[in-house]
């Protein structure tokens, strides 16, 4: 239970925060933030728990955001029931890109270039087709009504996407504790092995696949109706993708809070790099490149994992070792 | 309309187009075929090359294919430290986390090129540049026939080192032979090195062939790398003759759809291509197995 209580109190204390700001740019800089961490935990069930890293997540980001865009524009439907749409289509495209991928037995390099080649094909299609506005994009219908899934306060957004985030670390930490959970680990820890032994290691990749792309396509979806814009060099483009891997593996990949620490730790440095030099194009994403290295270099477990050695060495300090226990020499 | 010598034309400019694709595959290829990981920086190192090669010429002026032969081994220094003090200890022996680090180069590379340089396109004017070779039948400009001869020169020459020197036979013992090399007493951090450092030469070869025709901007190598990925799953992850061929190959299919379903939808093509080979024959036409 220790697990979802401190799930429980991290997200009281985010969902206190318009309590006490008010400020606009604070909490726009908070929503996107929390996107992102949402858009990194997805990415974070099958990179960070199952080691299948995808440099292609942008692929199911804007499948759920063009979904959503899509219905609501050219076939009316509801935004709350194309949200869902979205998640699904989001999830569909995993099982597709999943099944083609495990089934070909893809792994490490070839698993990331034929994520990333999924990902180029869908935003070269994104920028001619006619459904997607082509180059110039869609526009969703400005309408700040609650069952349009559009509001007047930032605030209620922020809430929202605290709430879908606050599901994703649940399901993380149903996953750490299920069984489904202890395979995926055994699958990114030796597949061959977890294969000898009867796990299904497809049927688990698979299964962490669409898993993984439905909580992605979620923070797709929310783009699209936070923004109410979307075009295939932001649903389709490259930068989600590396966004997306970026959050949990500088958090700490394989954790429950690994893409919200990263997310808030990326977001805060390419915000405080703007402050500094003004809008010059580059220095946020030049950080974050320097960042990942670094955190992979000298922390590995990323920031989370750093911060519990850190931990367990001040409780060793304070509580030094039980001294061995002496034999008593009898004579 | 559709006379057989426009097609050859369009055949023959696919094969010039594919020598510098299957250059650029070449240094790809070699890395895969020792470190077993694709690197991710390569394009950024090729945009990171072209800017070297325009400022060669700007600042010093030093034709392209002069700087060439400054650029390979500079280029080939910044590769060898990059893998030896960077992408090496970073990575911990963890293949995952090497493509993480390449990945990471790339984004950090990329983005220092458009904080210094901005977004703005390149050019540099040689008096070649726009000049052509009349065949008879159709005219090839002169700079992309250069950079065809140069191509299989230069992979001829990776081919000798690759043959002849201790520094070759090593790295074929640990492209072989990880654990056996090591044992043998060959230093693995420093061979991995060097084929890194080979590989990023390469790139800066391409670059010096390829900027009288094209131009430098911080994402001017992100597209032709993608091609090479193509080229190298295509070819054979770590396969040289595969990379040449399927480097001309790519050209061709490149040129011929283009001519016949324009520019993006070519595009697409390609990654089909790759995606399709990738699902059915991950080991490519060359490659041993996958």
Known sequence: ???????????????????????????????????????????????????????????????????????????????????????????????????????????????????????????????????????????????????????????????????????????????ERSRFGVWLIAVRENEDAAMALGVDTFAVKLGAMVLSAAITAAAGCFYVQYFLFIDSGIAYGTWISIEALLTPIIGGVGTVFGALVGALVVKSLGEGAKLVTGDVPGLDLMIYGAVLIMVIRFAPRGLVGALADAGARVARRFMPPRPPVREVVRG | MLSPLILTTAVLNGLLTGAVYALVALGLTLIYGVLHIINFAHGALLSAALFAAFFAYQKLGLDPYIAAFLLAPAFFALGYCLQRFIIGPASHGDDRKMLLVTLGLAVLIENALLYAFRADTRTVDVAYGFKSIDFGFTFLAVPRVVAFVAVFGVALVLWLIMALTDTGKAIRAVASEKLGAELAGIDVAHVYAMTFGLGTACVAIAACLLIPTYYANPRAGEAFVLVAFTIVVLGGMGSVPGALIGGLVIGVVESLAGFFFGESLGQVGIFLIFIVVLLVRPRGLFGASA
Do not use: C
Not at chain 1, 70 to 76: A, E, F, N
Not at chain 1, 83 to 109: E, H, K, M, N, P
Not at chain 1, 112 to 139: D, K, M, N, Q
């Open chain 1, 1 to 175: 239970m220790r697990g979802f209580l401190t799930i429980a109190i991290v997200v009281a204390l985010f969902a206190a925060v318009p309590l006490i700001v008010q400020s606009n740019v604070v909490l726009n800089f908070l929503v996107v933030t929390l996107m992102i961490a949402l858009a990194g935990q997805g990415w974070n069930i099958l990179g960070g728990y199952g080691g299948q890293y995808s440099f292609g997540h942008a692929a199911f980001f804007g499948t759920g955001a063009y979904v959503t865009a899509i219905l609501q524009l050219h076939y009316g439907v509801n935004a709350w029931i194309g949200f869902a749409a979205g998640i699904a289509a989001g999830a569909l495209a995993g099982a597709i890109i999943g099944g083609l991928a495990f089934r070909a037995g893809l792994r490490s390099s070839y698993f990331a270039l034929v994520t990333l080649a999924f990902a180029e094909v869908l935003r070269i299609l994104a920028s001619v087709a006619p459904i997607t506005g082509g180059g110039v994009g869609l526009l969703v219908k400005l309408d700040l009504r609650a069952q349009s899934f559009q509001f007047q306060s930032r605030a209620i957004f922020y809430l929202v996407i605290l709430a879908l985030l606050a599901v994703s670390m649940l399901i993380a930490r149903f996953l």
